[in-house]
C-alpha cells in the first residue's frame, strides 16, 4: 500500500447474495448445520499479519457464506493475538451478525506459563475460555473445544469441566482435537451421561494425511458426531502455489510456521501428478482437495485457511463439482499413500 493511499475503508454490509452458493452439512446428529467450507484463524490473523488483509479475508469469508470461524487462545503469534485481532474486527463488522456465526475457540496447547497453562486441567479449560471471550469481546462461543487428549489428567474432570462451561452459558456446544478413536469414544460416553452437546471432533486430514480412516470416522458415526477437517490442503502443499517455485509470501517462505521445504520437496512430484487429475476434471488442485474430502457423508465441513480473499474464492468454487468417478479416486489413492 502506497503511503499517500487515500482509500477510505467503507462499512460493511453483508451480501445479500451470501447463501445462496454455499453448502450447510449437518454436523453428525446435532441441529447445527455448518458450511461445507470454514475458515480457521491459524495462521494470518496474528500481530505479525496484516491487519486489513483479515479484515478483507474475514468480510469475503462471510459474503461467501462461511459462517463457521475457527480460533484457539494461542493462534497468533503472538499467543492470543488472533482472538485479539478477531474480537476487534467482529466490533467493526461483524456484531450485527452474531447470530448469523458459529464462532470456536479452543484450549489444550501451552498458552501461559506455569503448571495452569497447558493440557486438560479444569482450572486450565475454565480460566482459558474466560480469556479468550474476553479477548474476542464476545459473551459466549458457539463450540469449546478441548484441543488434544492430555494423558495425564483424568478424562472425567476434562469433560466435567466442558460440561460445567456449556451450563455456565460460555459455550453451546463442545468438541474435541487430535484425540484418537479409543479416546473420543471414551470422551463421546462420559459427555452423554452429562447431557452435554458434544457434536465436532476436529482432526487433521487431506489427501497427504489419512490417519483418520483407521477408526475415527467410524467411531464418530457411531456416536453421531461430526468430524471437520483441517489443515485439508495440508498448509498449501494441496495448490498450485508451489508447482513453479516457492513464492514469497507462501507459508514455506515465512518463518513461524509448521511448513517448510523439505516436506515440499518431498512431495512436490506426487503434488504435480495430483495436479494433472485436477485439471482433467477442471478444476484447481485446491478445488480438488477439498471435493475429496467434501465427498464423504461424515465429513461435515472442511476447515481451510487464506492468506488472501482471492484463495477463498478459488477455493468455495470446489462446491461446483464434488463427484469422483472410481478411477478418478483410485489414482488419488496411488498417490496419497506412499
Ligand atoms: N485442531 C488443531 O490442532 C488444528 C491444527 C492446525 C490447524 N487447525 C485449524 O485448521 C485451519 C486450517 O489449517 P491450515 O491453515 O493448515 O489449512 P490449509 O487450508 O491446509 O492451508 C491453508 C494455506 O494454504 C494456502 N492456500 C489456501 N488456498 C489456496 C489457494 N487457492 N491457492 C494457493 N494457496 C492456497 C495458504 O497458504 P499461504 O499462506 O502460503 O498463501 C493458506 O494459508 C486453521 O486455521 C485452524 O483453524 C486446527
Redesign the pocket.
Known sequence: MQINDKTVIKDYYASPERYDAMKYNRSGKSGVLLPAIS??????FGSVDSSHTARKILRTAFDLGITHF???NN?GPSYGSAEENFGTLFKKDFKNYRDELFIAT?AGYDMWPGPYGNWGSRKYLTASLDQSLKRMGLEYVDIF?H??PDPETPLEETMVALSDIVRQGKALYVGI??YQPQETAAAAKLLKELRVPFILH?A?Y?IFDRWVEDGLLDTLSDQGVGCIA???????M????YLNGI?A????A?NFTYLDKNQLQEKLEKIRELANIADQRGQ?L?QMAIAWLLRQEQISSV??????P???R??VKALDQLKFSDEELKLIDSLSTS
Open positions: 475458515l480457521g484463524l491459524w495462521h494470518n475457527d480460533l484457539a493462534y479452543k473445544y484441543h488434544r482435537s487430535n476436529q487433521r487431506s483441517f489443515s485439508p490442503l495440508a498448509q498449501g494441496l495448490t498450485d502455489k513464492p509470501d507462501s507459508r514455506v515465512k484447481k485446491s476447515l481451510i485457511g487464506a492468506s488472501s482471492d484463495q477463498l478459488e477455493n
